[in-house]
């Protein structure tokens, strides 16, 4: 899988789950201090964004944002055996719940994938350690390492880019151990490699599922983040309007609604528009075909085939896309 790296979503989640984890921090200087170092980290990713800007650079170093991530895992290993002082065995809780979210970014990205062997099993091995000395936190170390071996290759995950998913349990499923957010990141990083046809088969394959009964919808938007289901459906309109698959976007929205389309998701598209939504990648225009002979036939013969390409064929993607699945 390519990819593009960019600081700017690893660390917009990071600095978020930090201020959530370090509401507290005025209780204790250990927590003080921590909270300031970690501030520290990120302003170190947000200089680098800054001159790569100004260099004119189109991607930042995916190695230095694995390396605040780290650090930032050493730190809390290095306070887990201090069993003297209540608050940094408390910091060590707050660290690994700093990094939990953030981490998917690194481990779904191409980068990591393309990523040295040693490097790899480095942070492998430093999580392995982790597990067992932090055992109130193996559940969400295990669940960074679950990323970090298999970030792409799981069943679950290939039949949803490729559009093979079977049975809805199996979407149910995903979506119940990754949540709701987990699997909007990994449709936005279908989206980021520009691998726009993949996307829309994976948010298609959710949003069906999600809207397949309201019980089922109503359960997910209580306990996933405020507007992420909006957020996935948006994602569906948008990409099923680019790559024109008509029929199926109008089957989506019988189900929504149509009150609901106009009342609400049309309102969202236009902040999006207008730059009041964070924006979603949109897909890259194809390119024009070369110029036709010069002769006059062949370029009436080329005007009449380019009207036709002009025509909307109206087409679902029935699998008439011929794309190749995703090994």
Same mark, same amino acid.
């Given at each position: ?30 927590? @003080? ?65 700093? @990094? ?56 679950? @995950? ?25 699997? @909007? ?33 109503? =359960?997910?938007?209580?306990? =996933? ?53 964070? =924006? ?48």
């Amino acid at each position: 899988m390519a990819s593009l790296w960019r600081h700017v979503y690893f660390k917009q989640v990071l600095l978020k789950e930090i201020e959530e984890a370090f509401t507290d921090k005025e209780a204790d200087e250990v927590l @003080v201090n921590a909270h300031s170092d970690l501030l520290a980290l990120v302003k170190r990713l947000t200089n680098e964004e800054e001159t790569n800007r100004q260099e004119g650079k189109e991607c930042d170093n995916f190695l230095n944002a694995l390396d605040v991530l780290i650090l930032i895992l050493k730190f809390a290993q290095s306070n887990c055996n201090q069993i003297d002082n209540k608050f940094k065995l408390k910091l060590t809780d707050k660290l690994i719940d700093c @990094v939990l979210k953030p981490s998917r970014n690194i481990f779904l990205a191409g980068e990591w994938i393309m990523l040295d062997q040693q490097r790899k099993e480095d942070l492998m091995n430093l999580m392995n350690d982790m597990k067992d000395q932090i055992p109130l936190k193996k559940r969400e170390i295990l669940s960074m390492q679950g990323y970090a071996e298999n970030p792409w290759s799981t069943p679950a @995950v290939k039949n949803l880019i490729n559009g093979k998913t079977e049975k809805e349990e199996e979407v149910l499923g995903l979506l119940s151990s990754e949540g709701v957010e987990g699997v @909007v990141l990994r449709i936005e990083m279908l989206l980021e490699s520009s691998m726009y046809r993949e996307a829309l088969k994976a948010v298609s394959t959710v949003v069906m599922s999600l809207i397949s009964e309201d019980m089922i919808l109503q =359960s997910y938007v209580s306990t =996933s983040a405020p507007s992420i289901v909006d957020r996935l459906i948006d994602i569906f309109i948008i990409l099923s309007v680019k790559l024109n698959k008509t029929l199926r976007l109008l089957k989506v929205l019988k189900q929504i609604g149509f009150e609901d389309i106009n009342k609400i998701y049309i309102r969202r598209i236009t902040a999006y528009i207008t730059g009041q939504l964070p =924006s979603i990648p949109k897909p890259e225009p194809k390119p024009k075909p070369p110029p036709a002979p010069s002769t006059s036939d062949a370029n009436k013969a080329a005007e009449k085939e380019e009207k036709k390409k002009k025509l909307p064929t109206g087409d679902d993607d029935e699998e008439s896309d011929n794309d190749d699945d995703i090994e």
